[in-house]
């Protein structure tokens, strides 16, 4: 079946303008997780949805970031103002939903982001 | 605090070889481990994952792990590599409440001929 989508797969902005990233999750999957892939960062961890509630933010680098879901399913990752700093590859997963850690998350293709 | 720690940033191989990608873990509870690989160019795969049932994992393409408890460590292992192999590969621990993985920095494989 379908995977995860992201659109749009490259984006190039420049520095204090708004951006809005798209999610597209596994149909049927309740999880939804928004990742950063950046060369000095690694793989980090931004926020966590359960249906269209978001029980763990804790990931957001700060206030300029933002993300909804709506309909439990398509969900939108905002950034405001976006400084150079934000340049990475924006990973959006999900998952069934199962409680206690051992869901398998899948994975979408990422969404390249360039500030210039 | 759950991390974990690749102890190697890359690793290099000849075809035919065996793989060894090590990974150490901390945490205070019983945790989830997973390795995850990531081809040039493409999105992040699940090889396998450790959830507290038997310690040896079989993953695909011939991948396994070993939940070590008393060493703190679920090192990825290959008998045989094969060019296609060549890859960043990842370990990574489920968070307590299970809302967040948490990943290491990544160790690149190179599969030589």
């Known amino acids: ?116 | 605090a759950q991390s974990v720690t690749q102890l190697d940033s890359h690793v290099s191989v000849s075809e035919g070889t065996p793989v060894l990608l090590r990974c150490n873990y901390s945490s205070s509870y019983s945790p989830s481990l997973f390795w995850y690989v990531q081809h040039p160019n493409k999105g992040l795969q699940l090889l396998l994952k450790y959830t507290s049932a038997a310690t040896l994992v079989k993953g695909i393409n011939g991948f396994e792990a070993e939940f070590k408890k008393s060493e703190t460590s679920f090192h990825l292992t290959k008998p045989s590599a094969h060019m296609s192999d060549a890859a960043e590969y990842f370990c990574v621990v489920s968070n307590q409440a299970g809302t967040a993985l948490i990943f290491g920095k990544g160790t690149t494989l190179s599969v030589s001929s």
């Open chain 1, 1 to 116: 079946g379908a995977g995860v989508s992201q659109s749009p797969s490259n984006k190039v902005t420049e520095k204090g303008k708004d951006v809005e990233l798209r999610c597209d999750p596994i149909s049927g999957h309740t999880a939804l997780y928004w990742y950063r892939q950046s060369l000095g960062q690694g793989l980090e961890f931004l926020i966590y949805f359960q249906g269209n509630s978001a029980p763990d933010k804790s990931g957001l680098p700060s206030d300029r970031f933002s993300a909804e879901r709506t309909g439990g399913s398509v969900s939108t990752l905002t950034i405001q103002r976006t400084q150079q700093e934000d340049s990475a590859v924006y990973l959006c997963a999900s998952s069934l939903g199962r409680t206690g850690g051992t869901d398998t998350q899948y994975f979408g293709p990422g969404t390249r982001l360039t500030v210039l």
